[in-house]
């Protein structure tokens, strides 16, 4: 077989990528690493702990690896400036300094940032994707400074805790109207009182309107709403788009969006070129339908996959959940698969279910237990898990792995109400919070009550009887017009529950809530059901309680 | 319908979540909780936690739950003194003070201890299962007292690391030859070592012989090697046994070990009887063979079911996979599924692989990462996950947890060597190491170099050339007789390297070790492999290694 020649574009953790599982399928290719440098084909993922004090040290976020892959790998690496062309006919790779030819090229440039034009060019407006931008950053400000998050995306948020814990004052601005809005409306709502209440200043819709700039740089902002605010750093988070401009140039189909098209092996519509990293669009789990999203894990995935196609070897692309984690203050929230909004896309309201419940990162009786809430989405029909949010202090991480495994599994919300997790005190509870939302997810396709979610409740509000069974004292308060009645006294009081409405029982958790509604079902009351997730899920979508109780 | 009455026996967790799972699905019945009391019904898995200061407070402990439940469920509780004795043709419960006739028998009372007859009973013995247990013990022995643990499961380990963390000066002493067998003998070797390098002392293959009392309190324990140990307590641990004597009294199918037969609704084999909690075998979901299990998670799931099932619902057993987790001293163990013992059994050893691989809890740079090791066993012919070993600092449980789901939910090792978990810096790195154990594995099946594991190497010595290409020099040394070359010079020597013997790469990981084997397959060394797990795995599992190093 004559020596191929296997080009790799981009010199960031893609690319390394691709070329490494080139490597290691043909030991006799001249393989060719060009790295156009620049900041869209270096973004480090752990560059903003270096701003809140978790990293170990600088010299650990440096790209050494690409120098010790020359010689393990026997890779050539090569910088390139200047503009790059691809000659798809001659097989040919055109740079500044002359021409490479291939037997395969591999795209991995990755995601390409586009400028904010609401903010000017200023020595204190930075990104804080690469180890360069930290610098910048840390040239820019000293202990203590105002910094302005521009943006709403995991990255934002990212970005705006990493300055909080660096000991900064952070104010997010985001033109949207929630941040995070992969997550559900509960969960945005959930990161911002997180943020808020670790001392961030949040401001949704609104974004920069003018920036007064002084010795070439941005001393205060003006927002949309019209404050002013004092500033040491602004820094702009979004919006990101593939960089794919050299395909399109040659030629190659692309989404909508910019992203690459690309089949399961990462082969584009080009003969011989592949692409993969955060270009690539790829087949979601559950829809099938291609999505871009410029993630690392993901990233890393298909570089595999094109860097072993391209060197003749077997691999194929598995389909993605967008699974993602993100940190707010002191939460944790997490997502996988699809959300509320995007589940009634792919199937219709009706057969999409949803339940929310309240668990413990590990035994209660444990000083380390944390509060931590699933909300998981199903399919009513064939019971398949087709979502999850997972939200809490610490085991968020885990729970919304878990999640993604039973997805990819295909997996019924049934048997997870049944999955044989590892249970000692500190890690879980023996009924784990992901049994818990199984079983009552379970519980309600079995038809055994009604679950109405927080959303369905504020919609309804004047047309259902609402009561709650609550035994336990130590909540904020109320849903307005509840009727009281602790869920020991219930069967004595049930005969005076009104038949003319649907009956809603709410507790703190939802658990109560599900016992009492199925004590009503039991007595006659068809249409009783329960408030899934309870008055937790109903506070932490911001909803009003009544301040006080009428409890005996 | 008439008005049923749903008899559980057993005070304990199952016997508890078994009646409420009654109730929710007939509110009419009369539901009765027999509670026998004494240790076997009243085991708190907490318990050991107080010891180690790691639970709020001692309240949290207590068995409040009954009480409430009788409130809110409407569950009578009845305490039973004396012999029980079930009338299955009457259906009919004689208890010493009457008897109660039952439309449906849930059995619930768990497992029990047997005596340990090595060690008398006195003042300073004890078991530590029960808030009763944790009063004997504190009322015992002051600070920094002389603690010895007998036995070598689950229990004795996390026992001794609880009074290890309380600050007392703790000895483990195991008739066996390794502790935990439930996990591989790797995870024995890991296990033994943490717990020395944390101040444990670790005694194998010794039990008492012998013991001096004084004034009703053992002071010195004589082990069977002779050696003499002064103690202040004595903490009996194992062996637990199903409690399952009156179900064998009444004719119910026991298995040989004495746990209970049930099917996958719970049912015992005499009519109208359940059985739940840790007496009852269930099928393991890889083998499908019944296991006996007392563990706190499997039991609330059968109790579930037999409840569910009893009072007229539908429910069904999931099979279970073992799945476990210890610490000792900083390190968590975790297992699911077969260990390479029973897989060997379930299937010939021909069919089954195993691969180790070694990763980082979360981002390599961040000040929290953790080393994390996983032993991944699966099937070599159709690539299905059939267990797996996870250890490390901080992580074993999530990666447990994910590797379980994915057992259930059926997935072979190329589908997790892609499977979506969330990333983000503080909680994994962007290719985790489950994705990691899934390719290597991958690979492996795809013949793209030979696998050994640390014991298999050990086993060959002297008839294979173990070649050591690790170019980083942080380790402890080599295994003897090893060649040693650089991966970055391997390419210049490869002709010198002999051709009569298979070859055996090894790097610190496992990893450079495969990089090499590719390029001698690719180079035409048919019988190029690598030690899977590398230096760190062969290290783990106690083999030797030369200090010093003849590295250039």
């Known amino acids: 077989m004559a020596r191929q020649t296997i080009v790799v574009l981009g010199g960031n953790g893609s690319g390394v990528s691709a070329a490494t599982a080139a490597r290691e399928l043909d030991d006799e290719a001249r393989i060719v690493l060009v790295d156009p440098g620049g900041e869209a084909t270096s973004t480090v993922a752990a560059v903003p702990y270096a701003i809140s004090g978790e990293t170990a040290s600088d010299s ?27 000659d798809v006919a001659a097989r040919r790779l055109h740079l500044a300094d002359g021409a490479l030819e291939y037997t395969a ?38 202990p203590r400074a105002r910094v302005c998050v521009i943006g709403g ?21 985001h033109s949207g109207g929630r941040l995070l809005d992969d997550f559900s409306e509960m969960g945005s709502a959930r990161a911002t009182d997180a943020l808020r209440a670790a001392g961030v200043d949040v401001v949704l819709g609104e974004g920069p309107a003018g920036a007064d700039v002084e010795e070439g740089r941005v001393v205060r902002l003006t927002l949309t709403g019209g404050a002013r605010a004092p500033v ?27 992203s690459v098209v690309v089949d399961e092996l990462c082969a584009t519509s080009l003969p011989h070129v592949f692409a993969c990293g955060a270009s690539v669009a790829v087949p979601h789990a559950v829809t099938g339908w291609p999505v871009w999203l410029p ?54 309201a009706e057969e999409i279910g949803q339940v929310s419940v309240h668990g413990s990162s590990c035994e209660r009786t444990l000083k380390a237990s944390q509060p931590l809430a699933i909300d998981l989405i199903y399919h009513r029909g064939d019971g398949r898990i087709l979502g999850a949010e997972v939200a809490g202090k610490a085991g968020a991480d885990k729970r ?28 879980s509870t023996a009924r784990d919070v992901v049994n818990v939302a199984g079983w009552v997810a379970g519980a309600a396709r079995a038809g055994l009550a ?17 009561v709650d069974v609550e035994p336990e004292r130590g909540r904020a308060g109320e849903i307005t017009d509840s009727l009281v009645i602790p869920l020991a006294d219930l069967r004595s009081h049930i005969a005076a529950l009104p038949r003319d409405r649907p009956l809603v029982f709410v507790s703190e958790t939802g658990r109560l809530g599900y016992v009492a509604a199925r004590i009503a079902r039991l007595r006659g009351f068809k249409d009783a059901g329960f408030l899934t997730g309870g008055l937790l899920s109903w506070q932490a979508a911001g909803l009003p309680v009544k301040q006080g109780s009428k409890h005996r």
Chains 1, 2 share one sequence.
């Open 450 to 466: 009604r679950v109405w979610t927080v959303y369905e409740l504020a919609a309804h509000l004047g047309s259902v009887a609402i």
């Open 60 to 86: 650990t976020l440096s790209r050494g690896r690409p120098v010790a892959l020359s010689a393990s790998h026997g890779i050539e690496m090569r910088a390139a400036q200047g503009p790059i062309r691809i």
């Open 400 to 427: 919304v792995d878990v999640l993604s495994a039973a997805i990819v599994g295909g997996m019924t919300v049934e048997r997870i109400s049944a999955l044989d997790l590892a249970y000692a005190p500190p890690f």
């Open 295 to 348: 993630q690392a894990g993901l990233a890393d995935r298909t570089a595999m996959v094109a860097g072993a196609v391209a060197a003749g070897g077997q691999a194929r692309l598995e389909p993605v959940l967008n699974t993602s984690i993100v940190r707010a203050g002191e939460l944790t929230l997490a997502r996988t698969g699809l959300a509320w909004d995007e589940a009634v896309e792919y199937a219709t």
């Open 153 to 173: 995306s995991p990255t934002a948020v990212e970005a705006a805790d990493a300055f909080r814990r660096g000991g900064h004052i952070v104010t997010i601005v």
């Open 105 to 142: 090229l591999v795209h991995a440039l990755g995601a390409e940032t586009t400028p904010d034009p609401r903010v000017p060019a200023a020595a204190n407006v930075h990104r804080l994707r690469t180890p360069e931008d930290l610098a910048a950053v840390r040239a820019a400000i000293g």
């Open 232 to 258: 040491d750093l602004v820094l702009i988070t979004g919006p990101l788009r593939p960089h794919s401009g050299l395909l399109r140039a040659a030629g190659a189909e692309l989404n909508e969006d910019g």
